[in-house]
């Protein structure tokens, strides 16, 4: 019923930065909430930032002041602007979706998941 697919992953420097993008697509009536996750190897996996339908966001202490997030409504996509790269956020990056589909079915989407790596 609603597909997330991301880009925009990849292999960066420390102190680079990356853009992920997230599009949404399918039986979609409404987007209340956005976010991205990540896992690196051998933890588990944490939000990194939220975004509402309203524009409210909320970022993981580790990179606040960092990475910044951002949703275009009308063509259902999020996107996470990742400055100031460290290796410690080298971690495969999933898009989350809360949604509203057309006959008004609440149903929670995710993306396959876009690798992340920070490295010199």
């Known amino acids: 019923q609603v597909q997330l697919v991301e880009s925009g992953g990849g292999l960066v420097q420390p102190g680079g930065s990356l853009r992920l993008s997230c599009a949404a697509s399918?039986?979609?009536?409404?987007?209340?909430?956005m976010g991205w996750y990540r896992q690196a190897p051998g933890k588990q996996r944490e939000l990194v930032a939220t975004?509402?339908?309203?524009?409210?966001?909320n970022f993981a202490d580790s990179v606040k002041g960092r990475f910044t997030i951002s949703r275009d409504n009308a063509k259902n996509t999020v996107y996470l602007q990742m400055n100031s790269l460290k290796p410690e956020d080298t971690a495969v990056y999933s898009c989350?979706?809360?949604?509203?589909?057309?006959?008004?079915?609440?149903?929670?989407?995710w993306g396959q998941g876009t690798q992340v790596t920070v490295s010199s």
């Open positions: 989350n979706a809360q949604v509203v589909t057309f006959v008004r079915r609440r149903v929670t989407a």
């Open positions: 975004i509402t339908s309203g524009g409210s966001t």
């Open positions: 399918g039986s979609i009536f409404s987007i209340n909430v």
